[in-house]
């Protein structure tokens, strides 16, 4: 994640703050500051609001510990103002270990308020409009906190650790992608109500509504990619990439990139060394833009831009379909196991005709 920082790393997994959350404690110093409460106020705040977010990395520790228990490790945890996100390698497939990975977070908060509880012996006083920078117990206020993170993350709804619970418990009697929709469904339909409820009654919370809004298009998100990866599993590179298709020497222009693309319907091309060796990428986007800007008698090896990622013909198709939507190539080279020689491209535009290929097929046999 860009704008962050590391903090620390605890047991292989590195803690970082993302530089916005900083400015949130800023906020909440000032605020307090300026409240007429001076420095000591200002003091406590920020000091309540950083033990609010050690919870927070806390509970993420639970998502991470659970999933190395089953192998899975995870590289690092990001703290951002809306909360924590723990970069988990993968997801366990297995239901029963989804559930125990999602469920382990909130679990840190249970036992967090427990021992307060237990410490202290505090009622909470949760209500939905409970004000954490107010001053008052600092440990009732923890409490409170845990509580809140407990009920919040156990909403059934993507990304939230009840959406996955909710996804593991459908998957134990049902297909993945099945259980994947439905729980990404419910998920929309909470959020929509939610909204619908604030609109009907006129209390509108703008923070609320922004939150329904995130849930709304995060849980569509996660159906279309496990949607996505169900649609590609089994499928090779080789069995969608582009086989014809042009190239350019590393001394052409852009006049010799605005006729290829003309001639044919190819967007992007690959610009090779005298070897045959993948130099960069001539995009359709950067070659317009560079033809306004420097004229036809560029180099294209100045406007091209380099492809870090390729695959291989025998590569899974899901994984090469993850380094496309993760880098800022159109296309990814293939490029042949033995000899290293540019084989093939792999677009989206492509893949999109290998998927609806397959299901003609499927179709035709069922
Ligand atoms: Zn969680």
Known sequence: MKWSFRLFTLAGTEVRVHFTFLLLLLFVASQSFFSG?????????????????????????????????????????????IGGVARLERMPRKPSQELVVAICGPLVNVIIAAVIWLGFGMNAVFHPGYDFLQSGNFFQ???????????????????????????????????????????ASIGQGIAMMVAIYMLLNHTFQ???????????????????????????????VSDAMLTDFHTLPPDATLRDGVELLLAGTQQDFPVLDS??????????????????????????????????????????????????????CPAIPVLDPIDGKLIGLLTTENIGEALMVRAALMKLRS
């Open 37 to 81: 409460q001076g420095i000591p106020a200002a003091l406590e705040s920020t000091l309540f609001v950083t033990t609010m977010f050690t919870c927070v990395v806390l509970h993420e520790f639970g998502h991470v510990l659970a999933a190395r228990g089953y192998g899975i490790r995870t590289p690092d945890i990001t703290l951002l103002p």
């Open 275 to 328: 070897h045959g060796g993948m130099q960069g990428m001539l995009t359709r986007h950067d070659l317009i833009s560079a033809l306004a800007e420097k004229g036809p008698g560029q180099p294209v090896v100045d406007v091209m831009r380099p492809c870090p990622a390729s695959t291989q013909p025998a590569s899974e198709l899901t994984q090469a379909l993850e380094s496309l939507s993760a880098g800022d």
């Open 141 to 183: 206020k923890l409490m409170v906190w845990n509580v809140f993170m407990v009920v919040f993350n156990l909403i059934p709804a993507f990304p939230m650790d009840g959406g996955r619970v909710l996804r593991a418990v459908f998957a134990m009697f049902m297909e993945y992608g099945t259980a994947t929709r439905r729980a």
């Open 206 to 236: 703008p923070m609320l509504l922004l939150i329904c809004f995130f849930i709304f298009m995060a849980a569509g998100q996660e159906a279309a990619s496990v949607t996505q990866q169900e649609a590609t599993r089994n499928l090779r």
